[in-house]
């Protein structure tokens, strides 16, 4: 279309070029207007010397004008003819086919850009259609991330629940000393429960009981003692109870040593950890680690209570 409209205005530009170079047409000699005047004025004193009408298409010259002047003052005794003009002939223009070929090609021009500017318009209304559609669009597609997200978040939280109630949990629980102890082998007992409606299978276990001089123990990497609980633990052993025997690194108490306990000279600690799979295949872990407090107080009979006391942080002391 572009390609159109730059050929029809380089053909009208070439056509109004050759129609402003035609040549004008030749005026006529002065010298012929001045003896068809002449003739005209003996032919009008012929005819008994009424008025005189003289077309004259230009002006008289400023050279004429003046001889003019000269020569009246020499003929003013001659009597003066007057020369009045009363209307100026009639003006043809005559127009050819170029003339028709321009107007006719402004015409076709004016259509065709009356024809873009209703084309651009309707493109326009189309653009600002689709940007609406596509506005409502993207609220629709963001309503519908948030939903699927929601659902799947839903969904997520219900399989985890379906899992936590299906899947089995073990806890342990460690049982009071038989305080106050006696010299000895102390046995400090414990007991491993199982919660869920599947089995739990067991990977690895510890339990460990130290006798040291800080509330709390180090780490010692070398000596982890399983505990003594089945590699399968099912629903229907719901309770396992087990003990540990050597307190490290003394297999047995002696009466120092339970005098340093009581003085809150000396701490037993305990702990342990638990690591198995459930029936879905994920990795699941207990740990506990405790020590023995002994309350600075003295009861009525001169003994001091007791108990277990969580230690560490929770990490030491988790379910997962």
Known sequence: MKLLAFALL??????SSAS?????????????????????????TDNGGGEILVAQSSAPSLDGARKGQDTSG?????PTQTVKVSDLPPLSITKDWSDRAYWLFTFFLAAIGGLQVFLLWGNLRAIERQAIQ??????????SV???????????QNLEMLVSRERGHL??????LEWPLKPGTAKLKYKVTHSGATEAYI?????????????????????????????IITP?????????????PKPTLEQPDIEAIDAGEKFIHFRGFIRYNDVFGTERSTRFRRVWEVSKVRTPDGTRSARWSKRGGPKDNSET
């Open 203 to 231: 990977t690895s276990s510890c339990a460990r009981a130290e006798i040291t001089d800080s509330p709390e123990p180090g780490d010692d990497a070398h000596w982890w003692p399983a505990m003594s609980i089945p590699q």
């Open 146 to 156: 948030a939903l699927a997200e929601k659902s799947a978040e839903t969904a997520s």
């Open 134 to 143: 596509m506005e409502r669009q993207t609220g629709i597609l963001e309503k």
């Open 74 to 78: 020499n003929r003013r005794g001659e």
């Open 20 to 44: 402003a170079w035609k040549a004008p047409a030749a005026p006529r000699d002065p010298a012929q207007k001045v003896s068809a005047t002449r003739r005209a004025q003996n032919s009008g």
């Open 236 to 248: 229907n052993d719901r309770v396992i109870e087990a003990y540990v025997q050597d307190i490290f």
């Open 10 to 15: 380089f053909l009208a530009l070439q056509v």
């Open 171 to 176: 806890h342990v629980q460690v049982m009071p």
